[in-house]
């Protein structure tokens, strides 16, 4: 199975900060069609999780452009440009490659 | 507006089963290949089960740790998915979530506890 690491926050953070969320596979998401499989999703406090960023960098529907995601095949960062308070929550990235689908263990943010 | 709605989660004891709905609205359902995703009482998010649409022939693919316990099937007339969950452990317990197409949508999830 296809292992998600994500890294922490030094929260809490000050609003208005930017801040990047990391997010490692032990395997390559990159798929021969170009597109690299890797979601992010945002889950606030007592919600459902929400679909932020899927093929890495695409914003999903409704989402705000402080949000954007970058990486590489393994390596990944999700940038938060000026931290508000309705970000508070936490953060998790998930492949969608293969299956088993597979995500991280979340990274929280706080903020001050 | 998207609705996924989950019902049919409960208590239940070591052993038995229980089968949890999801009823959507909102958005073109026969097409959509859908998904159950879990989340555990310490937070971590895990994938059950997904089932395709017809034009794939409703595959089906599982958990390999679940597979031949639980069962995903569908309903588009209802636009319905299923998940019928039998021989249920404490380490089931969990809340349940199904999905849309990408994970683009998720219902507000329905909370499993197997105890005795």
Known sequence: ?112 | EVQLVETGGGLVQPGNSLKLSCATSGFTFSTAWMNWIRQTPGKRLEWLAQIEDKSNNYFISYLESVKGRFTISRDDSKSSVYLQMNNLKEEDTAIYYCTGPGGAYWGQGTLVTVSS
């Open chain 1, 1 to 112: 199975d296809i292992v998600m690491t994500q890294g922490a926050l030094p929260n809490p953070v000050p609003s208005g900060e930017s801040v990047s969320i990391t997010c490692r596979s032990s395997k390559s998401l990159l798929y021969s069609d170009g597109k690299t499989y890797l979601n992010w999703y945002l889950q606030r406090p007592g919600q459902s999780p929400q679909l932020l960023i899927y093929w890495m960098s695409t914003r999903a529907s409704g989402v705000s452009d402080r949000f954007s995601g970058s990486g590489s095949g393994t390596d990944f960062t999700l940038k938060i440009s000026g931290v508000e308070a309705e970000d508070v929550g936490v953060y998790y990235c998930q492949q969608g490659l293969e299956f088993p689908l597979t995500f991280g263990s979340g990274t929280k943010l706080e903020i001050k």
